[in-house]
């Protein structure tokens, strides 16, 4: 059972973290309502270890860990639904209109699946790279070049020239 | 910061919104991932007492050890020879099944639309040439029809078609909307086919918990029956029409058990009553089997006949705490456990061992037909859920498996078909 102290800590946690980690499993499934969904059971799984979780150095990246497992475990099971999503002629909101960026949404979703985790673990969830590879358990080293492979890909995808800066 | 860093930073930033879920539903979420912890638990603390006991009474009769079993005695085929090859990772295969008397693999291309389906030689298991299909098409699923969901944009709101293949076209049609539901973390609309009947339910939908039979040839709602609640059912059907009933991942207490809906009838019925869970249906002509229990590891395996649900036999379930079962009356019923069933408890990639289980269909006893080699269990979120839906196939007395489910490096898709014959 919860300590008092320990539920109010997580109600605080949950609330401030909810916002990263929706938008973290949005994007990495390609998905609104998966990516809520994906969010809510990570932390109700946080919640059930609460008294361990709130005493690691990174609850979040726990989360975010158990969070991209999920993900992968629906997509075993429920692909069927997923590319109804893809459906032509059926209206299910095959341009994503709800996204601004419908560009860079496709080129994120058309990266390997270890860059995806790279990159939203990075821009969604505003991870370090030294917390992201904590996160997908590789060196830091390996998350730069992940990081920059998937840069690279996704400046191909959009055609924007390597190295390109705003004014 | 480059012009990608900033767009990357601005689409998360659109991404994230505040309307957190409420404390409640996860409190509900937590019970439930509990509930299926004490299943996993409670599992292996009955096979480690079996064991204790079987070990027990090999050493004060040591000519007793070979026919004490966790699970029953072992056929002679539990030598069974076994064959596998490895799969690619584009496509990436999620489901095996038999269309047209061939063995069947499909799935889909990762992050470019579109379904893929292969042709498995039985023999060889060399895999045909690609094919790449629309992903309501319902013969990539190898059935003729089936639903397709639509999410409605900006809303919560989802709705359901009938997609039929159209064999003169060579293709298939969508029909028009015959169910709008909410999309909630609780809802999950669920289908199934047999005979002439496509059977679509959900529990919350605009009309309540509902049923629709719908006709396989024309696509048309022929009934609707309003049914009781049910969030997570379990659902099969025969020749004598629907059965349903609240499986172990159920949020709210079972008023009966298994439910029974005839084609045409406006009216659901009991046909097992008391407050179980239901944790697999198999439906066959006019034979139905299930595995029922307060637990999954307290099941009771049930052969009923008829549309009258008359019950042939009732028995223990021993240690297998079966959770998909595949198979019939003909080619008898299958199902895959681990050894043991991993709990959460901290198991962090481990390795783990699998059985294949055959249960009699005649008497419901269960015995180990095959040992499959270790498979990788990633992460302690995983669940000891045995054999799930499309995993494997019985194709000419032999088990199609998939498995393990991801492929080296990537998250989608099986890595490895296994062929384990049972016949000597």
Redesign the interface.
Known sequence: MLEPGSALAF?EW??RE???L???F??ASGDR?L???I???A???A??RWDRVSRMASPGGWTY??GL?????H???V???????????????PTH?????VE??SA???????QRAA??LR??A?MTEAEVAETLDVAPGTVAATLNHA?AQ??SA?S?PE????E | MSDLDDRLSLLADRLRTNDAVSRGELDRRMRKARRRRRLSVGSIVALVLVALVAGVMSLRDPGHARSVRVVGPTPPHARASQSSIALPSTPLYQQVAVVDGHVQLSGGFGNSPGCSSTVVDATTLRLGQVSRSNCNDPATQGVRVGIVNAYVPKSNTATIRVARTERRRDGFSVGPVVMTYASLSDTKPVSTTAGSWLWIYDVDTTNGPELLQVSAASGVVVNTVHMPTIYRPVMAANDDGLWLGPSVNETIPPVATVYHVSPGSAHVTVALGGHDWVCWLVANGHDLWAGTGPTCVQQTIRRFRGSDSRLVFAVADHGVEPNTVIGNETDGLWTMQWVPPPSAAGRLAVQLPQEIVGIDPDTGTEHVVAHLPKTPFTTETDESEGLVAGQAVYFHDSLYLLEPPYQPGADLGYSTLRRVALSN
């Open positions: 109600d949950y609330r909810w916002p990263r929706v938008a973290t949005t994007l309502e990516g809520r969904e969010a809510a059971e932390l109700a799984r919640l059930e860990r158990v497992n999920l993900l992968r475990r997509h075993r099971r692909t069927t639904e997923l590319h109804a999503l893809q459906a032509i002629g059926v209206p299910v909101d209109a709800w996204i601004e960026d860079l949404w994120v979703a058309g990266l390997p699946a270890r990159v939203v821009y969604a505003g840069r996704l400046r959009l924007e190295g390109a800066r705003r």
